[in-house]
């Protein structure tokens, strides 16, 4: 196996008062198997480009949408959680799976308050798939992206249904894009309000708070050790998601590629998601919305184009930091 490459796995659940890890790194090539943290909507029309003779006058433009952070109007969303939420900030975190799928060692988190993450067998087994050996194609590096976000289909998903439909979609892909949006404004612990996930074709939204009860049947992709063998999880800084992910739907990763580690590896200057969107797609994200109230039902079109950007941009991303990575 290539020297360049290193893995970085986690064995230990995530705690209100702080985060415990451990793990391997390589200062070449990063593929992280993540541990303790381990209505139909429709898309937003896309303006058709115009001249500049066509474009409406400044005077006549109409005026900028202004970023909500907190609407009083909403009524909380938690109200109709069905799990107990706990404020404790002396109790650690406890993992409430239930059903450990694709187990190679059964679960044994139930009374155990320090118990091991669920996965670690599973992440500590885990081996890299050959494909992130494979250099990237020249259609994958260039610029702008191949698939750019108004010819990709999207879809918005807010039923049961429909996320079984696109569990079934996701078995049959290589690479998944994964990214989150919370709302902790005036909340003790916060809470995750959407799951985006971008596949090589395709974008989706998952309206977490519609289906907060059903996102750990997630879990059926996002562990299964032959899918795995031949796919890859891309966050952008998973230690920002996963801890929502775990606690919120106990749900759990194995086997992921986090860009913010490749650019550490890579000592780039600039790490975060918007300088590498910028650097790698010409794509310049509207941060304002990051700040958002990702409560708000139905979501603004430019809430949903941030929110989408996030995924559909890191695979682009992903390959240009994996040819970085295999080169150096």
Known sequence: MSSTLGLAYLTTPL????????????????????????????????????SESDATPPSESLPETKVQRFDRNIRPPQWDFRDKINNSNKQPFVSRLVEKLNAMVPLEMKGRIHAEHPYAPEIAAYTFPQHIFVPPTP????????HSMEKTPFTYIDTPSQLANLIEKLKSVELIAIDTEAHSFRSYQGFVCLLQLSTPTEDFIVDTLALRHELRDLNVV????????ARGFIFHSATSDLPWMQRDFSLYCVGIFDTYDA????????????????????????KKWQLADWRMRPLLPEMMDYARADTHYLIMIYHQLRSLLLSS
Do not use: V, W
């Not at 996002?222 to 063998?229: M, S, V």
């Not at 550490?264 to 994200?285: G, I, T, V, Y």
């Open 263 to 286: 650019c550490r590896a890579l000592n780039l200057p600039q790490k975060s998601f918007a300088a590498l969107a910028k650097q790698f797609c010409d794509f310049e994200p509207d």
């Open 139 to 146: 259609e994958m590096l260039s610029k702008p992206p191949p």
């Open 222 to 229: 996002f562990t299964d050790p032959k899918i795995l063998k």
């Open 15 to 50: 705690f209100p008062t702080g985060i415990r890890c451990s793990g391997l790194e390589s200062h070449h090539y990063f593929l992280r198997s993540s541990a303790r943290f381990s209505s139909s909507q429709e898309p937003p029309a896309t303006a058709e480009s115009t």
